[in-house]
């Protein structure tokens, strides 16, 4: 069985711009989370995604945003981009929504410039 | 408001020995918590968890524990084995959404 996956697995932009990651769950998967991992910060909850609708969202600015597509694939937004917005970006699936067991990818490395 | 705190960023330990690594939190709501391990240029793999009903799971040479009074967890990695060596991070759930700590990047020496 395929793990997640996570596209692009590197990124660099500049201030100001906006960047869209995705994400593609372990097949049978329908909750995605998201978070942003950042040196002496750990992981942080962006948002967790399932059956479409987005159940609940961590204390991030509106220029964080998410969405998933009917086969549970997701994509996350960042628009505006800030330097402090360079971080690891995991996703995380789990079977069902209140699944404690998460299945992470291997991330997108994101640099702003 | 980190309510998931491990205070140790690093440990090393001797191949063979015992390794403890510890996590404190802040929410009494917390009703499941987990421990995962992190390789580089990888995600974290789930490594072993605990229902907040009990105060200890152990998995192989993997075992967790919980003082809800003190509101600390602690992992237990005995023996200790080079592959070992990696970042551990803690989390709690609400049920509704994770909460991770910071990790302890554990070094097992041969």
């Known amino acids: 069985k395929a793990g997640v996956t996570q596209t692009p697995r590197y990124l660099i932009k500049t201030r100001g711009q906006q960047v869209t990651l995705s994400c593609s769950p372990i097949?049978?998967?329908?909750?995605v989370s998201w978070y942003q991992q950042t040196p002496g910060q750990g992981l942080q909850f962006l948002f967790e995604y399932f059956s479409e609708t987005q159940r609940n969202k961590g204390n991030f600015p509106g220029r964080f945003s998410g969405r998933q597509f009917s086969n549970s694939r997701s994509e996350m937004n960042v628009s505006t981009l800030e330097l402090g917005d360079s971080a690891l970006y995991l996703c995380?699936?789990?079977?069902?929504?209140?699944?404690?067991?998460?299945?992470f990818g291997p991330g997108t490395r994101l640099t702003v410039l | 408001d980190q309510q998931v705190k491990q205070n140790s960023p690093s440990l090393s330990v001797q191949e063979g020995r015992i390794s403890i690594l510890n996590c404190d939190y802040t929410n009494s709501m917390f009703d499941y918590f987990l421990w995962y391990k992190k390789y580089p240029a990888e995600g974290p793999t789930f490594l072993i968890s605990i229902s907040s009903i009990k105060d200890k799971n152990e998995d192989g040479r993997f075992t967790v524990f919980l003082n809800k009074s003190a509101k600390h967890l602690s992992l237990h990695i005995v023996p200790s084995q080079p592959g070992d060596s990696a970042v551990y991070f803690c989390a709690a759930s609400t049920g509704n959404q994770f909460y991770f700590g910071t990790g302890t990047s554990l070094t097992v020496i041969p």
């Open positions: 995380a699936s789990s079977l069902d929504a209140r699944q404690f067991e998460q299945f």
């Open positions: 097949s049978g998967h329908r909750s």
